[in-house]
């Protein structure tokens, strides 16, 4: 069964510092790969996605993630946060096929930007 | 804006009551899911629907139940609601199954 684990569920970080959020998965059978970002007292909205192709995604606000096949992971990364980007982040899996596609999600991360 | 939207915005209410929240999908956008998100649990995918049928089943409860109407949107129905019931509900819509997801701006609810 297909499993997303964040590895870190908290990430203080200082504003202009480059952060990077991790998040591993277990599958036998190629996934698409999301990120989420939640702000303080709001939905869900989506960060970037992996389908296919280059595995070097850019997201909106200057995130990007890379998914590395062998190791199982999908890192987000931020070269210098800002304190706006204070949220909760999420790392989703699905897989390609199959009738039973729902989204697999990690537990999420706290990223706090302190001046 | 993620085109998807939710009502209530804040919902208080009492133990053993019950209680539906509505989701109305995106434009064009056959497949709908119910999460729920609390302080201990983190978020939680309860059920999904595409096209008015159900598709999947996660973490929900037999007092909860969830439909989908011909129109494509869809109510969530709580009921018996204890303490625990407290918190966040999101529905999500997606084109087709194991599409994006995107989220409406969810449904705060608190059982006193």
């Known amino acids: 069964a297909q499993s997303v684990t964040q590895l870190d569920s908290q990430v203080p970080v200082f504003e202009e510092a480059p952060v990077e959020l991790r998040c591993n998965y277990s599958?036998?059978?190629?996934?698409?790969l999301f990120w989420y970002v939640q702000y303080p007292n709001q939905g869900l909205q989506l960060l970037l996605k992996y389908l296919s192709g280059s595995t070097l995604v850019k997201g909106i606000n200057g995130f990007e993630a890379e998914f590395n096949k062998s190791q199982t992971s999908f890192h987000l990364r931020k070269p210098s946060v800002h304190i706006s980007d204070t949220a909760e982040y999420f790392c989703?899996?699905?897989?390609?096929?199959?009738?039973?596609?729902?989204?697999?999600w990690g537990l999420g991360t706290s990223l706090a930007v302190n001046p | 804006d993620s085109g998807v939207t939710q009502t209530p915005k804040h919902l208080i209410t009492a133990t053993g009551q019950r209680v539906t929240l509505r989701c109305s999908p995106r434009?064009?956008?056959?497949?709908v899911y119910w999460y729920q998100q609390s302080l201990d649990q983190g978020l939680q995918f309860l059920i999904q629907?595409?096209?008015?049928?159900?598709?999947a089943k996660g973490n929900i409860l037999e007092r909860f139940s969830a439909q989908q109407f011909p129109d494509l949107h869809s109510e969530l129905n709580l009921s018996s609601l204890e303490l625990g019931d407290s918190a966040l509900y999101f529905c999500?819509?997606?084109?087709?199954?194991?599409?994006?997801?995107?989220f409406g701006p969810g449904t705060r609810l608190l059982v006193l």
């Open positions: 629907y595409y096209n008015g049928e159900e598709r």
């Open positions: 999500a819509s997606s084109a087709r199954v194991g599409g994006t997801q995107y």
């Open positions: 989703a899996v699905t897989l390609h096929a199959g009738n039973n596609r729902k989204l697999i």
């Open positions: 599958s036998s059978v190629s996934v698409y």
């Open positions: 434009s064009g956008d056959l497949s």
